[in-house]
């Protein structure tokens, strides 16, 4: 990771046996694969499993010791495609990322792995963000377990339980030579609490090992006739295998409870949630006994019918909750209860919704239906409050979306995009995965769609006429290096398309957290970064390349202007350069404290508005957005819209005054320098400039005065 | 746990921030104080995207060590609140407070409800051509009705004295409410093991701690002072005493020929347009209103001559090149700067140099000299393109000798300002206007009231003004169609409104076009 140490979590990592970690669900993951013996990991960031890739960046040391390899990859399809090392091998190898998004990207290479079969554990490690805070589609990850025959791990919310998933999940993959996907959502993610650590284990089998005595077993290749076995294989032999070894060592649960007409079969990440809405209902106690048996499923892919089955038999309802469509699960309890011709109902959706998070008031209120058709006499009569606030408060608490930060350099080229509007006309934009998403919303309104990460300018590609307005395509840095310079630029080279594509380059995956890529600017160690967007996009043939500074408004809508209408044909891209402000505080921000402390001479700006000249139109608001740009009661009485005010978070980056001046708003803006340790020369210049100007501001003071 | 109790329970801590507060930081606290004090604790929150400047929620279970042990078994603590199932909420905002209890999440049996009174508006309320903001008075009600007990104060203010993060004062509210499980004590500890800014966190979790205790213990000092804060000042606080024998004559004038209901608003624009100009110029104000006093009677509570004072005094300082000049080269203007600046965190440091955005359009150069030299130079397409040169964003370092006194020259222009191009085209709008207002009173007065309260579409620079310049004449134009309606008064009112709900104007041709259905013909064109 960039600018943030996680020297502390690096140290969770070190951790011996009996020693207790506290901390996060990733970071226990984390701690999980060394104990496991992993031999390499490889991920790709995104909440919320971008901690786990920032601390192992930062766990140089504690790899070297182990013997571990650690990649950040280029993309998830990379990260997949590293799980190739324990086809041939004995090696254990993890990776992650966010899904479904990652998988998506990942699958043409995990459905050649799954086909091939792995021989070292392979550990897909998936964020699923779905629900509450997700910035993704809403899709679900059991669906690519099912299609590729990889298995499909979903374990109780409690950091042990999670870290006993990670060594189960290698032995599951090993015993049944398929890799196994260990699903945690994002709030299991970001659980704290605590588990007992065992020590680290170095791989008994390493790269090293691997590349002394090459292997190479032509079955395990994708081509015919090896493909046809290879699917044979997975269903007569990894099948069973896995579902043997799932039953054998017990990784769902079976929880007991006296009404043993009814049952409930839960997703094992969904325990805690179900338990509480039980407690609630008055049916289950706050350590887990439920009155109603429980079926929980740590391993929701594949499923075993046996199991279901034992479970289903001599009981009126089962009650499934299951997260997210299509319902599979209910599906295959449906199949497997009519193949034993077993006559216990299945409930699933239905009492819970189709879509959406099964969020604490969903879990109880599917539970309570499930209940009133099936045991009523186990429902208390109704005697919660109605809670009144919600309709009350409707209309008075607004919206909060999200938005750019304080002195993001993203938001003077969003307000130059919309100045050009201003002159050109409404454009076609078609954006990006990234911070810039959120120009896609108020106040720049920007964006007509987004189709994936790097995929801004490709998503552009059938908006081509000849002598029409060009579309305009956004693209962040860490979507180009993902896959943009192909699927994007050199694509709409090799097509002759004429669209106009802006790379934000920030310097890094900074809405992931601030990640070094390819083209970051500092010093990252163990990486090789520094390279040159423009000359990326150059070496793929593009000829009219533009580099920009974003806080230069006037440059940049020259710029823009320039791309719009130049007759150069082929694809136009705009290089957008701007520090993350976030990265750069914390860059910079230790550095110029040291300096101060040292007495040198410091100076930064803080913006204002005069509040006696603004008028409360808000123009400047509605063209910058900034968080620090804010509103306070007007101080002129006759006045009654409040005022434009910079709030005390102001960084200095200027682009309201770049605004005001670009957009010709008003004269109300103006910003102030403050110096640190200033010279003697300068303080004795401001004392003489106080003096005089004083002077003469006390005379006009005084005829002011007495004109009244 | 609270004596007495023979179960233990699980206790629930949600607390509702915005991204960029410090709200893993306080988790990671409240954490570390539970731990410390003989509880299992648990957090959960969904970050992510939403942690840049939305609205967060975290969420906190603690269950006593001892009652685990006893038990024999491990607690299992819940992921995300259930509505009606939680002990304390805190929101570092308002408006978060609001969402909380939107959610269900306080409840009247239960929930101790911590809530700074401080507002960060939101992008849709900042946005509005006018006045936007959410109504702050609401959500303390229904705090108040809905919580067992609310705790408000303003923890931004208390962050900002004491130069330290809301999260340390949002820790301090915490402990001083003494709704949590365990003492201020082991919270203060938490702090003091983290080790960082360590002085100003701990002064500003001491300044949170005392006033929430206060807050608690008198349940009356509750109703903070934020809102009054927050909602725009109608409160006309009168003028000073004049001393100038001219000025005391206006402001006699004012108590002898004007209704007393409105002296205030009347003090007000006399004393601004004195400053503005002059004293005849001022004179002038009070003579341009004794025609609406005409048409106006104490029985409406002279509610049209109050607006049109209001919206004559403030058209009449239209801000001009000269004005801004000279409110911005002011002593009281300076300190106001350096009070602004300063008065955040971060380190001191000496002000030492104030730098003024303008941006003069072709029109300011041309509306700020005599009309007998502005009006040509304007006209003429080769004196327009050369004065472009002299327009464009300029930086003028105000407290510097040169910016200075080129800001007081600029100012030192309003000499000639009454024979100015700007003032001629003011001053024939600001007329017509007027004989609107005195020509619509007697027939029909509510409409007058709200013609006059249109002034306020006027306002601005560049092209903000000519926005507001065009919605208003299309409104005025529309005037003949509107009267042939139902109820003229309401239709001004909707434009009105239209007008300042988007920058586009796409609600305010909607609006023009549903109330001239009837009277095709008269709608006005271009009106954007």
Known sequence: MAERSFAREVELLRLTAGEEFRGEGILAVTKALLQSGVAYVAGYQGAPVSHLMDVLADAGEILDELGVRFESSASEATAAATLAASINYPLRGAVTWKSTVGTNVASDALGNLASSGVKGGALIILGEDYGEGASIMQERTHAFAMKSQIWLLDPRPRLDSIVTAVQQGFELSEASNTPVMLMLRIRACHLYGSFIASDNRRPPFTAADALAAPQRDPSRIILPPYTYEQEREKTEQRWPAAVRFIKERKLNEFIDGPESELGIVLQGGLYNGVLRALELLGLADGFGASRLPLYVLNATYPLVEEEFVRFAAGKRALLIVEEGQPEHIEQAANQFLRRDDLQTKVLGKGPFPMAGEYTGPVLKEGIRAFLEEFGPRLLNPVTEQPLLPAAQLASAVPERPSGLCTGCPERPLFSSLKLLQKEVGPMHVSADIGCHSFASLEPFNLGASILGYGLGSAAASALHTRGSKRPLSIMGDGGFWHNGLTSGISNAVFNEHDGVTIIVDNGYAAATGGQWIPSSEADAPRRTARLSIADAVRGVGVRWVRSLNTYDMKDTLKILREAMSTREKGPKVIVAQGECQLNRERRTRPLLNRLRKTGKRVARKHYGVDADTCTGDHSCIRLSGCPSLTVKPNPDPLRRAPVAAVDYDCVGCGVCGEVAHAAVLCPSFYHAELVDNPGAIERFMQGLRRVLIGFLQRRSQRKRAMAW | ?528
């Open chain 2, 1 to 528: 746990m609270v004596e007495g109790e023979t179960q233990p329970r699980v206790f629930k801590l949600a607390i509702a921030a915005l991204g960029g507060q410090g709200g893993g930081v306080l988790t990671q606290w409240l954490l570390n104080a539970a731990e410390a004090s003989g509880f299992i604790a648990q957090a959960t929150s969904v970050p992510g995207v939403a942690q840049r400047t939305g609205a967060t929620l975290y969420y906190l279970e603690f269950f006593p060590r001892a009652g685990a042990e006893a038990a024999g078994a491990d607690p299992v603590l819940a992921l995300m609140p259930q509505p009606g199932d939680v002990d304390l909420v805190v929101a570092s905002e308002l408006m978060e407070a609001g969402r909380a209890m939107q959610r269900g999440l306080v409840t009247r049996d239960r929930t101790t409800l911590v809530a700074s009174t401080h507002r960060v508006f939101t992008i849709g309320e900042k946005s509005a051509l006018g006045d936007g903001l959410a109504d702050s008075e609401t959500v303390l009600q229904v705090a108040r009705a809905t919580a067992r007990r609310l705790v408000a104060l303003d923890m931004e203010a208390l962050a900002r004295e004491h130069r330290s993060v809301i999260s340390s004062v949002v820790l301090g509210a915490l402990a001083g409410s003494g709704a949590l499980p365990f003492s201020g004590e082991a919270c203060e500890q938490a702090i003091r093991a983290s080790g960082r800014a360590l002085e100003r966190n701990l002064a500003a979790f001491e300044a949170g701690r005392a006033r929430a205790a206060a807050t608690a213990a008198d349940p009356s000092s509750q109703s903070a002072p934020a809102p009054a804060e927050i909602a725009s000042g109608e409160a006309f606080d009168p003028v000073p005493a004049p001393q100038n024998p001219r000025a005391k004559a206006l402001m006699a004038r004012i108590s002898s020929e004007f209704p007393s209901t409105c002296a205030n608003v009347l003090g007000i624009g006399v004393h601004r347009l004195v400053d503005y100009q002059n004293h005849a110029y001022a004179g002038l104000y009070l003579d341009r209103l004794l025609p609406i006093l005409e048409q106006d009677s104490a029985a409406r509570q002279h509610t049209l001559l109050g607006e049109t004072a209001r919206g004559l005094a403030l058209w009449m300082s239209y801000e001009d090149t000269a004005r801004v000049a000279d409110l911005k080269t002011r002593a009281a203007r300076f300190a106001r700067v350096r009070a602004e600046v300063s008065g955040g965190g971060g380190s001191g440091g000496e002000l030492m140099r104030i730098v003024d955005y303008l941006s003069p359009r072709v029109e300011e150069i041309c509306g700020s000299l005599p009309t007998w030299l502005g009006a040509p130079l304007m006209k003429w397409s080769l004196t327009r393109r050369i004065l472009q040169a002299f327009t464009g964003g300029r930086k003028i370092s105000t407290d510097r000798f040169r910016g200075y006194l080129l800001m007081r020259a600029m100012a030192r222009t309003r000499v000639w300002r009454l024979s100015s191009l700007r003032h001629r085209e003011e001053d024939a709008r600001i007329r017509e206007w007027l004989d609107l207002l005195a020509e619509l009173a007697p027939r029909d007065y509510g409409l007058a009231v709200e013609m006059a309260a249109c002034q306020q579409l006027v306002k601005g620079y560049g092209e903000t003004f000519e926005r507001g310049l065009s919605r208003y004449r299309a409104i005025a134009e529309t005037l003949p169609a509107l009267k042939r309606g139902a109820d003229p008064a309401s239709a001004v009112r909707e434009l009105r409104a239209a007008a300042l709900a988007d920058e586009e104007g796409g609600e305010f041709a909607a609006a023009l076009a549903r109330l001239c259905e009837n009277h095709p013909g008269d709608a006005p064109q271009n009106a954007t």
